[in-house]
């Protein structure tokens, strides 16, 4: 969900999965993408530009859900459609994985919030919804979810002169 140029579609292709769809409310796959997908994982793929509130897939029909740095985007009442919706079409022992950036603090905030900006071309007024590690695990206990798997990770960014950027990674059901 949130597939984008399509890069992490590829990605979970190329780690053995049979079948993958990726959906976006705006983007679609980059042609270099669509083109490498052709040559390599022909009629195993397919992409949707639909808001992930809707997903087009029956209830209890989805292997696993990705979700790689878009929560943050979306209002928290929309992250809550979004979760929702997705427990809706996972198959009862179906995985949620939720890759996001995770500040603590207000001073970690703004550095995160500049870096995204910068990679995603945002502009200035565009708001972001971020959640510490913290509150991300409570927010999944409170949508039901149990975490399987969880870490804390960094992104070294020296080009930017920011030396940590926060991430987080649970694997949930």
Same mark, same amino acid.
């Given at each position: 969900?949130?597939?984008?140029?399509?890069?992490?579609?590829?990605?979970?292709?190329?780690?053995?999965?049979?079948?993958?769809?990726?959906?976006?409310?705006?983007?679609? =796959?980059?042609?270099?993408?669509?083109?490498?997908?052709?040559?390599?994982?022909?009629?195993?793929?397919? /992409?949707?530009?639909?808001?992930?509130?809707?997903? =087009? /897939?029956?209830?209890?029909?989805? %292997?696993?859900?990705?979700?790689?740095?878009?929560?943050?985007?979306?209002?928290? %009442?929309?992250?809550?459609?979004?979760?929702?919706?997705?427990?809706?079409?996972?198959?009862?022992?179906?995985?949620?994985?939720? /890759?996001?950036?995770? =500040?603590? %603090?207000?001073?970690?905030?703004?550095?995160?919030?500049?870096?995204?900006?910068?990679?995603?071309?945002?502009? =200035?007024?565009?708001?972001?919804?971020?959640?510490?590690?913290?509150?991300?695990?409570?927010?999944?206990?409170?949508?039901?979810?149990?975490?399987?798997?969880?870490?804390?990770?960094?992104?070294?960014?020296?080009?930017?002169?920011?030396?940590?950027?926060?991430?987080?990674?649970?694997?949930?059901?």
């Amino acid at each position: 969900v949130g597939s984008g140029s399509g890069h992490m579609v590829e990605r979970v292709l190329s780690s053995g999965v049979d079948n993958c769809a990726g959906v976006d409310p705006y983007w679609g =796959p980059i042609l270099q993408v669509r083109r490498r997908l052709l040559k390599n994982a022909p009629d195993r793929y397919q /992409f949707t530009r639909v808001q992930g509130q809707t997903l =087009p /897939f029956l209830d209890t029909s989805v %292997d696993g859900i990705f979700f790689c740095f878009v929560l943050h985007h979306v209002h928290y %009442d929309v992250q809550d459609q979004l979760i929702r919706e997705s427990r809706r079409v996972l198959k009862k022992d179906g995985v949620l994985v939720v /890759f996001e950036d995770t =500040p603590n %603090d207000t001073k970690e905030w703004r550095r995160v919030e500049r870096w995204d900006r910068i990679q995603n071309f945002e502009p =200035p007024w565009e708001r972001h919804f971020y959640r510490s590690v913290m509150e991300w695990k409570t927010y999944f206990g409170k949508m039901g979810l149990r975490i399987v798997y969880d870490h804390e990770f960094d992104k070294m960014i020296p080009q930017m002169g920011m030396s940590r950027v926060p991430h987080y990674v649970t694997v949930l059901r």
